[in-house]
């Protein structure tokens, strides 16, 4: 997971939340931009072969109403409904995967996804590396507005969920 995260770095550059018609299953926007939940998309599905636009939408067509109502849906989109980070949440706590939210860093383990909310409001993602500073906290790999990136911001917002998928 970590390396396919990684692989991300120089190729997604820019962060484009557009609403984009993808192909069913393994639809993706172009590789040279996406958002946050892109980059857990595509690590999920270069590193373990599974496409989460269509684990997603399966389980949100079998327990609908297990999901989030946050943008008004009264149907599931398999165009968008993996690529936002409430509704990833509770896929993977459907899954068995949620863990503790850990505010220390030896509670994070590389390849473990965090949720978070970045100026109180606006959910985020990412895959915690399995590099660290020197202080021996988690770098983490995402996208939070230029591109993926690997970088010190584990703890820079509430974390609002901890994930490990097992395999």
């Given at each position: 997971?970590?390396?396919?995260?990684?692989?991300?770095?120089?190729?997604?550059l820019?962060?484009?939340?557009?609403?984009?018609?993808?192909?069913?299953?393994?639809?993706?926007?172009?590789?040279?931009?996406?958002?946050c939940?892109?980059?857990?998309?595509?690590?999920?599905?270069?590193a373990?072969?599974?496409?989460?636009?269509?684990?997603v939408?399966?389980?949100?067509?079998?327990h609908?109403?297990?999901?989030?109502?946050?943008?008004?849906l009264?149907?599931?989109?398999?165009?968008?409904?993996?690529?936002?980070?409430?509704?990833?949440?509770?896929?993977?706590?459907?899954?068995?995967?949620?863990?503790?939210?850990?505010?220390?860093?030896?509670?994070?383990?590389?390849?473990?996804?965090?949720?978070?909310?970045v100026?109180?409001?606006?959910?985020?993602?990412?895959?915690?590396?399995d590099?660290?500073?020197?202080?021996?906290?988690?770098?983490?790999?995402h996208?939070?507005?230029?591109?993926?990136?690997?970088?010190?911001?584990?703890?820079d917002?509430?974390?609002?969920?901890?994930?490990?998928?097992?395999?």
């Amino acid at each position: 997971m970590v390396a396919a995260a990684r692989a991300q770095i120089g190729v997604t550059l820019r962060y484009d939340p557009a609403y984009s018609i993808l192909s069913f299953p393994n639809g993706d926007v172009d590789r040279s931009k996406g958002v946050c939940t892109d980059v857990v998309i595509r690590a999920f599905r270069d590193a373990l072969g599974l496409d989460l636009q269509a684990l997603v939408n399966a389980d949100m067509r079998a327990h609908f109403s297990a999901y989030p109502k946050i943008w008004g849906l009264r149907r599931f989109d398999r165009n968008i409904d993996h690529r936002r980070v409430p509704n990833l949440a509770v896929f993977w706590s459907r899954q068995g995967a949620r863990l503790p939210v850990s505010r220390h860093a030896s509670g994070w383990r590389a390849g473990d996804i965090f949720t978070s909310l970045v100026s109180a409001r606006l959910p985020h993602t990412g895959i915690v590396s399995d590099r660290k500073t020197s202080a021996g906290r988690p770098l983490v790999i995402h996208n939070i507005g230029a591109g993926t990136r690997e970088e010190d911001a584990l703890f820079d917002h509430p974390l609002t969920g901890h994930f490990r998928w097992r395999v």
